[in-house]
């Protein structure tokens, strides 16, 4: 189907979009931060991607595609870097203003460096399969800056909502990766990976959105986006 991937581009946002003018929540308040992170994180991202691309780490179907490219990435590849995270923003600014996501400061810390241990040596030790490399190793260490230097208290809260978040991944990447299609949209090297998918979506897809939310989290944050209190005053 031609234009599968624009299609699903377009889903992604449509419901957060639509919803982010309802009168309890108000995320329209927020973008300009939303805006100013976004694009930043989308920028890097990209450059990774066409890098990787060229280096045939994974390729798109023309089969889905409207044919437009920007440097060697169908427009689509480029869109899904601002439509996914505007979602994932507004699922977290939505989770966070209606329950207490709050983790133990102990739990989170703990956590954090399990996990983030765990990936640096796994990339390390296959060092050679660029996906998997990358992904694990820029993880870690995006988390550990983030826990143990920038002190940013909501990495255990952004856990929780990417638990969330799984369902729709499931529904995204699972399509992208061939799940219901004779083809996949995004076709991956397995020698540039673990060779491991959760149905048809590599492994390393979870940390590479994992890296990517908490990511626009952080700038958002920083740019002057707001949760909690602020929200909650804004919007009641």
Request: aromatic share 20%; glycine share 6%; hydrophobic share 55%.
């Amino acid at each position: 189907m031609k234009g599968l991937y624009g299609l699903i581009d377009f889903l992604a946002l449509a419901v957060p979009l639509a919803f982010s003018f309802h009168p309890r929540i108000k995320f329209y308040h927020w973008w300009k931060a939303w805006m100013r992170a976004i694009f930043l994180v989308a920028l890097l991202f990209l450059a990774f991607d066409a890098l990787f691309t060229g280096l045939g780490v994974w390729s798109f179907n023309p089969r889905y595609l409207c044919g437009l490219q920007v440097i060697n990435l169908p427009i689509e590849e480029i869109l899904f870097f601002f439509c996914i995270p505007y979602s994932c923003l507004f699922t977290y600014y939505c989770l966070d203003k209606f329950f207490d996501l709050s983790w133990n400061p102990a739990a989170e810390n703990a956590v954090c460096l399990v996990v983030s241990v765990a990936l640096l040596v796994t990339g390390l030790i296959y060092r050679q399969r660029l996906y998997t490399s990358s992904t694990f190793i820029s993880t870690a260490v995006i988390c550990l800056l983030l826990q143990f230097a920038g002190r940013v208290h909501w990495l255990g809260k952004s856990i929780t909502v990417f638990a969330v978040l799984l369902i729709p991944f499931f529904l995204v990447n699972g399509v992208l990766t061939g799940t219901g299609l004779a083809e996949p949209i995004v076709r991956y090297n397995n020698l540039q990976n673990l060779g491991i998918r959760v149905l048809t979506i590599p492994i390393e897809d979870f940390f590479y959105g994992f890296e990517l939310f908490v990511l626009n989290l952080f700038f958002y944050f920083r740019f002057g986006g707001q949760t909690t209190v602020l929200a909650r005053l804004q919007t009641s």
